[in-house]
């Protein structure tokens, strides 16, 4: 496949995870600089890795939370606790992902990924 | 609930996701030193978090390997691995969440996740 | 032991190390939502492992603070740097332990730990 | 050597690197507290290990980004990105050594690494 | 580009820089399950970010070293050590690296990372 | 002071913490290529950092323990056992450290670290 049809679906879905706004925001933060890393983003993971279809987007998005809590990166984690509830997962399944990061990450990976989740969730949090 | 009761049905949950003798092994591999630790992961991993219903035991051994790949925790990434084949995840899924792994914590920790999913799946890896 | 005494004496001491008003803060940050890591936190981290008599109170919270400083969380740093200051330890003796992660987690950690005991310790730290 | 003159030789070279101005400031804000850490930052890493000859400064600038990329430490980035520059690296050069932090330590530690970039380059990253 | 392009001459490049014997072990270790992680190997990071020009290969590879050895990832520190030397890298500049690692990142990763270049540069570290 | 004094007396105590032998077979095993970095371990760690009396040795060694365990670094926490146990530290106390680790760090590195215990250890871990 091309490398430009690669980066436009990868880029059509991500929008669709995401929201447009919220892509086209991030996209523009870095300019001319940040292209060679968008194309990365668009490309090869939304493009390539995200569009394999053996797992369904919801049960990606519950393992990108995993991983992002796991890894410290309450952005990213933000980012994806949005694109989890566009793909249908509730509060409660996010809640179980969280709860096991306290025991096997550290009850501090745990709150950070829960200030995250209540900011994100806002009243669906209650 | 009692604690006891809490380590009692942990154990018994542990024991059918990864086998009764591997975790015999492991009790027993840090003697009288380790019963404390055992009694966290017995009581309160597996007898408090993994029991809630939120969420299916295949989904959550997915967010165990992504989390614990994502961690570079390989011993416990194999744990898991084997964990999920009994809750009947299929490799293939699991090769998607190693794949994001690449993507989004770097291509060492995907190798190092690789390496552990070709020894535990072994012929089913082909 | 029930696990609701298990809550009950981990929540009045941790109450007792880092102050009622600022516990109930943190308790009511994530709502309903974070009432099962809350239980985590009281029951299993401050009703079980803290209360073992094996080692003093002081000598606790010096290895949390070497530990938050290692991994980079400032947050549980910061609040286990008050729960130092509450338990007698010195401004002088914990000082020593961010110089040792100086020298074996590196200057960046250091500096942030630093940042944060500087922050904590206020006119005690001149 | 002296101590003494390591210490003094190595906040000069830190002076030269990041600013008199920006120097100061940093080693203020810790008051006496944070004396012994600043000796180890000017007498053991600027005046010895930044002395060594055998690699120019610029090149020990690239490593420092790149080690502080992949560490997820953004206060220290900012500060040898204003070096690296200083050392005469390009533009250009900082954002391919930020493309291997994508690939090798994830999107989320190259997106951190990037706003650093921007926010540091401002005009150069144009 | 088409994406087989990509790849092809990522692996190429890849084969220039670890051996082409050392590539094919490491291709076939992980065999078909490994397929689509070795394809964002030598499509995306050695058919695309390797093959940018703005930095030469020995600067490069350098950046690898610094960001392996703050990861504490040692296996792919020793691939990209061998290829600092088939890039003309000098054992002393290596180790200038290496010692930047022990200050900013801490003794314990630049002990893992001295044991690999011990390994991989065998007389020539003498 | 002169930094061959700082070498020279960091070089005692180490060798009275860890062992003679212990210490010489480390200082070899990276020969001439390590002499940088021995150097750096020598002088500013236990020339320095380690000279400091503000607090005792003992307490020391469970700082390090902690951070060690905390890092995930199991061979520094190996060394860093024996040191505690030459400290006067006993099993049951580096024991309630490492409890703080499964609960702070999570249980993967509280399991290595128990790892490392029981083996340095030995007897007395029963």
Chains 1, 2, 3, 4, 5, 6 share one sequence.
Not at 35 to 41: A, F, S
Not at 73 to 92: D, F, M, Q, S
Request: glycine content about 8%; aromatic content about 6%; charged content about 25%.
């Amino acid at each position: 496949m091309d490398t430009q049809e690669l980066h436009d679906r990868g880029l059509a879905l991500r929008k669709r995870l995401f929201g447009a706004e919220a892509v086209d925001r991030r996209q523009k933060a870095f300019g001319s600089f940040g292209e060679p890393l968008q194309h990365i983003i668009n490309a090869y993971a939304y493009g390539d890795i995200w569009q394999r279809p053996a797992v369904p987007l919801a049960t990606k998005s519950l393992a990108m939370i995993a991983m992002m809590a796991a890894a410290g990166r309450p952005n990213e984690l933000r980012v994806h606790l949005r694109g989890a509830l566009n793909n249908g997962c509730k509060p409660e399944e996010i809640r179980e992902i969280l709860l096991l990061v306290a025991l096997y990450c550290g009850i501090p990976l745990a709150n950070e990924a829960h200030a995250a989740a209540v900011e994100v969730l806002g009243d669906m949090a209650e």
